[in-house]
């Protein structure tokens, strides 16, 4: 016995067959479609879908940056900024974080909307980031008379649950009491984020508003921060946070409540992971790609066959699957 | 002519047929073909069945959504309390009466069998002036000696209630109070008495922590404090049985389970305070071919526990709670997004043609190697190897 015996594919010498035109046809209509779903297996296998996974939280956690700027219609001397946080902490960020006068407008605003509205792309989004940014410092001027504040900067706390909060002074934290017609809590939020700064994440708060018209008005933010790593294809990680927020505002009687911006944050135990998978892996593509290019040819083959056949019958006189000219 | 043209494509052939003269028809060949038939059959139907089935791809992703809204669907059924007794108010996290809620609310009176008797929209309940027949156009009801209303009058019975509410009395003698006996307030309790209270309708309030309750008596605001006026109710307590029917926060999708849904409390006599407390996670459900649609599922743990109870004198004491169904909310940063999908018709097809071209091939490799053994032994049975 020979090698050649095991030939699962034994061939016919071009003598012995017949070529027909219309299974030439049927040929190059099989190519063509093979081709183009050869093409769309391979655009699917390069195509890539955010996979969401859950963790929890293996390293211990001391400090988080926290990121803040934003401008209140009040004037800079008249806010106190403090944070309080579970292991009883205080923090007054008055002195860590820049106070800016300047006029309160409400510019108008499209890159978050423009970053919202879009579709999470994984890979941009780590290569934005790992441009270094700054939080943009508007230059003092202190000769105009400026009626709104701009706290800007960023500063380290516990990576515990908090309560930072902006308040005016003397209500809330003992110092001069101020005059209730100068309290009023309209306030724009251009950046609130925990961690590293990236400016192009957009977390929930990003410019965002509000306005009040009472002195005695109190708006509170209940965040919970899920610490979040971002994962491209390359395994390039991004470690951000993301939040989700409600809020409410209440107005009180003068004096029985303090006016203020409340931010009271908690953290998830849960880091959420968002990575950059391919649909399917390599083997899976060659599978797929060999059933198709397969599975058409033959099924292509016998519905000609079958075509034929069908064709043949209705014309005898051609029945003509004989040896003519050998 | 025709012809030609097609002839000139026969090079591309790659179904070259052998010719007739060099096939062979065996029957164990006709038995491989029906067998493979049946099996690319079979496979076909469960392709075809997997092509029109909806998978869905579920993932979990925090909710960054703000200042939105939710709505609140219920149907409770208390069968052992009147109507006129309850009352629903809903606050936020703090204790406050929510703002800038919108609700239709309907009670409606049960018979103590269960049939439907009255509906009425709340809070609307009853409150109609009397007949200026009967007494006098410029009629200005007194007080009983409680705080005025800003009308300056008491001309209903509910308008007295109401007054002893705001100077902080209990109203639990309506038989001494002239608006009463003449609306027939006693009979109008006495006729109720025995009657249950159906509430159903919809809220719908900010999508922030909060709560909203069904409990006895009329709620109102003192000093930054939610009271209710339950003086009257201490002495015989009420019975909280309970049926909820239905309480979703959101518009139904597949897949999405109420697990308050049904939920049946009997027996619930004395002063009982039910708690529910439920967390609340947004959802986005992508329909197939429809626009997504932003609803809410929730999880819920119950609690409960009796407040009427006597001192060993006999006394009742007062209870350190308030009697009621409440139902607290809370919202989950996270949010579900699930996903309708559906193989392509592309990828059906390509299944299609890799189960019949495969199978087949198979079939014939299987078919071929038969053929070869049967011919060998054929063969050799010819000489007289065999056997």
């Known amino acids: 016995m020979q090698f050649k015996e095991f030939d699962a594919f034994p061939k016919v010498e071009s003598g012995f067959v017949k070529r027909t035109g219309s299974g030439g046809v049927l040929t190059l209509i099989v190519t063509a479609i093979l081709c183009i779903l050869v093409l769309g297996e391979i655009k699917d296998y390069m195509s890539l879908r955010n996979d969401y996974k859950f963790l929890v939280d293996p390293l211990v956690n001391h400090e988080l940056q926290i990121n803040l700027d934003i401008t209140i219609a009040m004037p800079c001397d008249a806010l106190s900024i403090d944070l309080q946080d579970m292991a009883s902490v205080q923090l007054r960020l008055s002195d860590k974080l820049h106070k800016i006068p300047t006029h309160f407008t409400l510019g108008s605003s499209t890159r978050s909307e423009n970053i919202r509205n879009k579709p999470l792309n994984v890979q941009k989004l780590i290569r934005a980031a790992s441009r270094s940014a700054a939080l943009e410092q508007a230059s003092k001027n202190s000769n105009d008379n400026f009626k709104a504040c701009k706290i800007v900067g960023s500063f380290e706390a516990n990576k515990l649950s908090g309560n930072m909060h902006v308040t005016a002074t003397g209500h809330g934290y003992p110092g001069a009491h101020l005059d209730h017609n100068v309290i009023n809590m309209t306030h724009k939020i251009d950046e609130l984020s925990f961690g590293a700064l990236y400016p192009s994440i957009v977390n929930p708060l990003d410019d965002s508003f509000e306005i009040s018209d009472s002195s005695f008005e109190a708006f509170q933010y209940f965040l919970v921060v899920v610490p979040t790593i971002y994962e491209d294809r390359s395994k390039k990680q991004l470690l951000t946070n993301q939040y989700s927020v409600s809020e409410y505002r209440r107005i009180f009687k003068p004096d029985l409540g303090v006016p203020g911006l409340f931010f009271k944050y908690d953290f998830e135990p849960l880091t959420l992971m968002i990575s950059e998978e391919s649909s399917m892996s390599l083997g899976h593509l060659l599978v797929r790609l060999a059933g198709l290019v397969g599975g058409y040819y033959v099924t292509a083959g016998m519905a000609h066959k079958v075509l034929s056949a069908i064709f043949y019958y209705f014309k005898p006189e051609q029945t003509s699957l004989r040896r003519h000219n050998v | ?387």
């Open chain 2, 1 to 387: 002519m025709a012809k030609t043209t097609l002839s000139r494509f026969k090079n591309f052939d790659a179904y070259a047929k052998t010719l007739d003269d060099f096939r062979v028809k065996t029957s164990t060949g006709a038995a491989v073909t029906l067998v493979s038939a049946f099996i690319i059959l079979t496979l076909l139907l469960g392709e075809f069945f997997d092509y029109r089935s909806i998978h869905l791809e579920s993932s979990l992703v925090v909710d960054s959504g703000r200042k939105e809204k939710m709505s609140i669907d219920f149907d409770i059924t208390f069968p052992k309390i009147p109507c006129y007794i309850l009352t629903l108010d809903v606050m936020d996290v703090a204790g406050e009466h929510q703002s800038d809620i919108t609700h239709s609310v309907y009670k409606v009176q049960l018979s103590p069998d269960g049939t439907e008797i009255k509906r009425e929209k709340s809070p609307n309940l009853g409150n109609t002036g009397p007949d200026p027949e009967e007494v006098g156009e410029n009629y200005c009801g007194d007080c009983g000696g409680a705080e005025r209303p800003e009308s300056g009058c008491c001309n209903t019975c509910e308008d007295v209630r109401q007054a002893y509410v705001r100077s902080g009395w209990s109203f639990n003698h309506p038989e001494g109070i002239e608006q009463c006996v003449r609306e027939g307030y006693m009979e109008k309790m006495k006729e109720q008495a025995k009657q249950g209270c159906r509430m159903h309708g919809q809220l719908t309030v900010n999508k922030v922590a909060g709560n909203f309750h069904i409990a006895p008596g009329r709620s109102f605001q003192r000093s930054n404090m939610h009271v209710h006026d339950i003086q009257q109710y201490l002495e015989n307590g009420l019975d909280f049985s309970h049926h909820i029917k239905h309480l979703s926060f959101g518009k139904l999708v597949p897949n999405v389970h109420n697990p308050l849904d049904d939920q049946i409390v009997n027996n619930a006599e004395g002063l009982y305070m039910f708690q529910y407390y439920i967390k609340v996670v947004g959802t986005t459900y992508h329909y197939l071919n429809k626009l997504p649609v932003k609803t809410n599922q929730y999880s819920v743990t119950q609690f409960n526990r009796n407040l009427h109870f006597k001192d060993a004198l006999g006394q009742v004491r007062q209870p350190n709670g308030l009697p009621g169904v409440f139902f607290n909310f809370d919202i989950s940063p996270m949010m579900v997004v699930q996903k309708e999908e559906r193989k392509s018709f592309t990828s059906f097809l390509t299944g299609v043609c890799a189960i019949v071209g495969g199978i087949f091939t198979v079939a014939s490799i299987i078919d071929g190697a038969i053929w070869r053994a049967e011919r060998t032994l054929k063969r050799k049975m010819e000489l007289g190897k065999a056997l």
